[in-house]
């Protein structure tokens, strides 16, 4: 009974996100004492699918049908049941994106698996199998336990830390059986988010607010992200006023990111923004305003002008490198 685990690929590359879950897949193979096998929709190449065992996964089945380069809910939940029968796998997990969400509701029902979204741990399997949720935009935690057969689970961002080796993983080719039915829906265009680091990947983002006062200055935010190797992100009202596009949009109603340190340069801290990024690992606010309600959350504070303090930062940043 192994452990299966959707592995997405974006332009060629297994996404951090995904690397997370084989990591998550592998440790719950070891407390279920079996193996993790790695399912990837794609071949992006023989020496990347192997690399996929320095993150624990003993297994990688890739489908190279050409049809499966579209990211599609249906034949993707097709192909997904087939290699859980295939490798006799009674769990199956994701990590939390735009198409794992409905790929995995969908598979849970067609397999009959419990379901449990936005695991943020380990399962505890002692008596029974109970897992973590974050909810309420990560506000609170609840405890689940699955009792079907078959389970279905979709993890959060650093729900476990990879522990990278020098293992590979044996590589072999999937061809799922489907049908013409699962192609009902086709992609006709994709437009994506710009950016050298997309958010939802970011180990660290670098986020503005009104405070910058304008968007002649933003290279402050741009400048440091660069220095840090780190995606940028915005407040509501930044986007709202078109100084940022949309998509950098952090808060209830934009993104939800949970990188390792999350930078706010000018954001007060209304709790919409709280709810977007208040399950990152570490909190850094930078604003001149002492009883900004972000101080409350922060791990860190600076209480300066963002003007004096951002390019110090920088200037240290790349002292480093």
Not at 98 to 109: F, G, H, K, N, Q
Not at 143 to 154: A, C, H, R, S
Not at 237 to 258: A, C, M, N, Y
Request: net charge positive; with cysteine; hydrophobic share 45%.
């Amino acid at each position: 009974m192994s452990v299966l685990v959707f592995t997405e690929i974006a332009d060629g590359e297994v996404k951090k996100s995904s690397l997370e879950a084989i990591a998550y897949a592998s440790e719950l193979a070891k407390i279920k004492n079996t193996t993790a096998v790695a399912v990837v929709m794609g071949n992006p190449g023989q020496e990347k699918l192997a690399a996929l065992g320095r993150f624990g996964a003993k297994k990688v089945l890739f489908c190279a049908e050409p049809r499966l380069a579209q990211a599609l809910i249906q034949p993707y939940v097709s192909a997904l049941a087939e290699a859980a029968g295939k490798e006799s796998a009674d769990i199956i997990v994701f990590s939390k994106s735009s198409i794992a969400d409905p790929v995995a509701a969908r598979l849970s029902a067609k397999l009959n698996a419990s379901l449990a979204t936005n695991v943020i741990d380990l399962p505890e399997t002692g008596s029974g199998f109970k897992v973590k949720r974050a909810i309420y935009t990560g506000k609170a935690f609840s405890y689940v336990e699955l009792k079907g057969d078959k389970k279905v689970l979709t993890i959060g961002k650093n729900a476990v830390s990879p522990k990278v080796t020098e293992d590979k993983a044996l590589v072999e080719e999937f061809k799922p059986a489907l049908s013409e039915t699962d192609f009902k829906v086709s992609l006709k265009s994709t437009e994506k988010a710009t950016g050298d680091i997309l958010l939802t990947e970011a180990d660290i983002v670098v986020s503005g607010g009104r405070g910058l006062k304008g968007p002649e200055n933003w290279h402050l935010v741009i400048d440091l992200a660069k220095a840090l190797g780190a995606a940028t992100g915005c407040s509501k009202p930044v986007s709202d006023q078109d100084w940022r596009p949309h998509h950098e949009h952090v808060g209830q109603t934009g993104i939800k990111v949970s990188p390792n340190i999350y930078i706010a340069i000018g954001i007060s801290g209304a709790i919409q923004h709280l709810a977007g990024v208040n399950s990152s690992k570490v909190i850094v606010v930078i604003n001149k305003d002492p009883e900004a309600p972000f101080f409350k959350a922060a791990d860190y504070g600076i209480v300066g002008d963002a003007f004096e303090v951002v390019p110090k930062l920088i200037a240290a940043a790349k002292a480093l490198k």
